[in-house]
DNA sequence: TGCCCTATCTTGACTTCATCAAAATAGGGA
DNA sequence: TCCCTATTTTGATGAAGTCAAGATAGGGCA
C-alpha cells in the first residue's frame, strides 16, 4: 500500500509534507527530526522544523512510523513498523544497524516477574563495537583498555 | 563494599557529593538529574546541579552507576550495575520497575553476530500498563480504544 | 468546477535537559 | 600542616523538542 492511501485510511490529510517525510525515511531508516528536515528539504525547501516534528509525531502515534532513542542521542525514526525488530547502536562511531528478533516474534522476551505490568511493547537497544570501529581500535591501539564509548554520534 | 571504599578503588576522591548521590540513589532509583539534586539537597543544600552531572557522568562512566532512558523523559540513574536487569514502564502514569533479566544473565539475548557488531550489553525497555492503571481505566472506560499512551510521565 | 471548513503548516517564543569554561574550594598524599 | 590538583560552583551556552496563534491549503460538497 502507498502512502497516500495509507494516509487516507488512517483519516489524515495527504500533504506534500507527510509524504516527503515519509518518501525520506522510506530511504534513509534511523533518522532524527534534524536529518529528516535536511533530507526533505531537498525537494520541499520551505518545510519548517515544527512541521518535521508534527508529521514525525502524528504518523509515530498512529503507527505509520517507529521511534526509538539510542542513549545520549537524539530520537530516531523509521518506516518499519510491523515486524518486531531491534536495533544495534555502535558505541564507537554511532552507526546503527537493524537486528531481527531473535527469539520470534511479540515482546520477543517474556519478563519472568512484571510486578503485574501488562508489556505492550519491548525496545531493545544493543550497544557495542561494529567491525570497522573494532578494525580501527585493534590499528591504532598500544593495549589501552579500549575505545572510549562517550564520542559523539556521526 | 562501601561507597567510601569503591570510590578509593576507582581513584577517585571521596567528596561529600558524591557520597551523598550515592546514598540517595541507594533509597530511590530510577531517579533523574533532577531528583537525585533535590534529593540530595536535603542533605546537602548547597549542591549545585552541575555536580549532580558531574557525579552522575562520573560514576556511571566508571560503572558504579547505571543509566538508562525511557521514551520522552530524562535519563534516570541506579546503583544496581551488577545483575543484568531490565526495565518497565507503565505508560500511562510512568511508574518504572525492575524487572529481572528472563533468560539467564549476560546480554540476556543472543544475537551474537549482528552484522559484524560485536554485542556487549542488552538494553531493554518494556513498556505495558501497570496493574493500578489497569483499574483505573476500566473504572473510567465507557468503551473507548484504551490508555492514550502519550500523556506526561509523573 | 469552485467554495468553504478546518486540518495542517509556519513563525517565533519558550521549556527542559544537558554541556562547556573558568574561578573557587577542598580531598588527601608527603 | 602544606600544597597540588581533582572536584565543585557559578554562569553562559547549546541541543532537542513543545506551545500558541495566525496563515495556508487539503478535500468534501454544492
Do not use: K, W
Not at 68 to 83: C, I, K, N, Q, W
Not at 107 to 128: E, R, W
Amino acid at each position: 500500500m502507498d502512502h497516500t492511501e495509507r494516509l487516507h485510511e488512517l483519516g489524515l490529510r495527504v500533504t506534500r509534507q507527510r509524504l516527503a517525510v515519509l518518501r525520506f525515511l522510506e530511504t534513509t531508516p534511523h533518522s532524527s527530526a534534524d536529518t529528516v528536515a535536511s533530507g526533505v528539504r531537498d525537494e520541499l525547501p520551505e518545510v519548517s522544523m515544527q512541521s518535521v516534528y508534527n508529521v514525525l509525531n502524528d504518523l509515530t502515534a498512529l503507527g505509520m512510523l517507529r521511534r526509538f532513542t539510542p542513549p545520549g542521542s537524539a530520537a530516531l525514526h523509521e518506516t518499519r513498523v510491523d515486524d518486531n525488530h531491534h536495533h544495534a547502536v555502535c558505541m564507537t562511531c554511532g552507526r546503527i544497524e537493524d537486528v531481527e528478533c531473535a527469539v520470534g516474534h511479540a515482546p520477543c522476551l517474556s519478563p519472568s516477574d512484571t510486578h503485574g505490568m501488562n508489556i505492550q511493547i519491548a525496545d531493545v537497544v544493543y550497544q557495542g563495537v561494529c567491525a570497522s570501529c573494532r578494525e580501527s581500535a585493534h590499528a591504532t591501539e598500544g593495549g589501552a583498555s579500549g575505545a572510549q564509548p562517550r564520542e559523539s554520534v556521526a
